[in-house]
């Protein structure tokens, strides 16, 4: 089962980078860094429980350097792709900025208009 869960997190970040290839010059933010940096909070967001630190403390990196709004709408791309490959609940999707104390400047939903977010 590891090999299965290892294989799908590769195609993720394949898929992720394929993505946002032709927006890499517009935006500093990468999908490649975002599942880095919210890796740990895969498994909350498709079964709740506990929250591990790593997310906050990913969510709030990510958060701080989604400082334009080509970087909040890449971000927004990038959480909307891995969410969907999960099959996340996006209930606890929103519940997670509340957790980490972090003012995210929209709420997740699978079609939610990344295009039209603004920092």
């Keep these: 089962m590891a090999g299965s869960g290892s294989l799908k997190l590769a195609c993720l970040i394949i898929l992720c980078l394929v993505v946002t290839a032709p927006h890499a010059e517009a935006a500093a933010i990468s999908c490649g860094a975002v599942l880095t940096k919210l890796s740990s ?5 498709k079964s709740g429980g506990a929250l591990p630190p790593s ?4 969510l ?5 350097a989604a400082s334009t709004t080509p970087d909040l709408q890449a971000l927004c791309k990038c959480i909307k792709t891995i969410v969907a490959s999960v ?5 606890l999707v929103n519940n997670i900025p509340t957790k980490c104390g972090v003012n995210i400047p929209y709420k997740y939903s699978p079609s939610v ?7």
């Design 41 to 45: 909070c895969i498994g909350y967001i």
């Design 113 to 119: 208009d990344c295009s039209k977010l603004v920092r």
């Design 60 to 64: 709030k990196f990510l958060n701080d």
């Design 55 to 58: 997310c906050c403390s990913g």
């Design 87 to 91: 099959q996340g609940n996006p209930a």
